[in-house]
């Protein structure tokens, strides 16, 4: 059954094919909705994905502090939610977002994976690095929110 | 330092910097280097990546099975790396392939991620949909090899 809520459509039926790991986390791979870039990496557990599809926004689960974190609560750096899937065994999902405000990153990076481990040949086909690198200052709100998860 | 082998050149000072788990595993999010869909995700311990750096194929660490895994070995479903990069705390990495054969997932389907939980406005511009649905017999050697991990 769809249940319509503001503002994410719901299909109840394939939430709840969501299979929460032993800790009761599942990894959330976000997306950029416009270039396709994959900007983080973070962790849910079944109320952080209630909030997400409820409100629209991403809400991680922070395994250092083992709480609820609405991202971009204190920097800006919301994501509002356009898509979120799950795959085959449902033990992972992707939440497809358009990123707000400096990028996804606590380093300052629009992507969380800014580094390079190796290249490939016809990397020039391969999805766009991240848009832009700021600096931000350290020690703020969100670089304390977002490290080590 | 970077050096270069056929066909990953591979910079060691970023690859030192991937955190493996407890379980000696790191989340390996794998994106289609040409649309930007997301097409799994799976776990590389050290000798997996190492493998992947190596051959330019993608190789997998089976949790179900406690085993590496080739991805695609039986099936042609190949996948072969553009790039992989590491997230700014080293514990997640994504990597960059042209997926060859009939696609990521085991159940025919191109990515994995095929199932919709939710839909957010303006999801026109969202990534693409996985770009072809095939079917493919039950029972053959890469759904052995893949189900469950």
């Given at each position: 059954m769809t249940r319509m809520q503001n503002p994410i459509a719901v299909d109840d039926a394939v939430l709840s094919a969501v299979r929460f790991g032993e800790n009761g986390l599942v990894p959330a791979v976000v997306q950029e909705a416009?270039?396709?870039?994959?900007l983080t990496v973070a962790y849910m557990n079944a109320e952080s994905l209630r909030r997400t599809l409820e409100s629209g926004r991403t809400w991680f689960f922070s395994r250092s502090r083992q709480e609820l974190w609405p991202k971009?609560?204190?920097?800006?750096a919301v994501q509002y939610v356009r898509e979120v899937r799950v795959d085959c065994d449902g033990d992972a999902i992707v939440v497809v977002v358009d990123q707000h405000g400096?990028?996804?990153?606590?380093?300052?990076?629009?992507?969380?994976?800014?580094?390079?481990?190796g290249t490939g040949p016809?990397?020039?086909?391969?999805t766009p690095a991240p848009r832009r690198v700021i600096s931000r200052p350290a020690g703020t709100d969100e670089q304390r929110l977002t490290e080590e998860d």
């Open positions: 416009e270039h396709g870039t994959v971009g609560e204190t920097s800006g400096d990028g996804a990153c606590h380093t300052g990076s629009w992507s969380c994976f800014a580094r390079v481990i016809g990397v020039a086909r391969a």
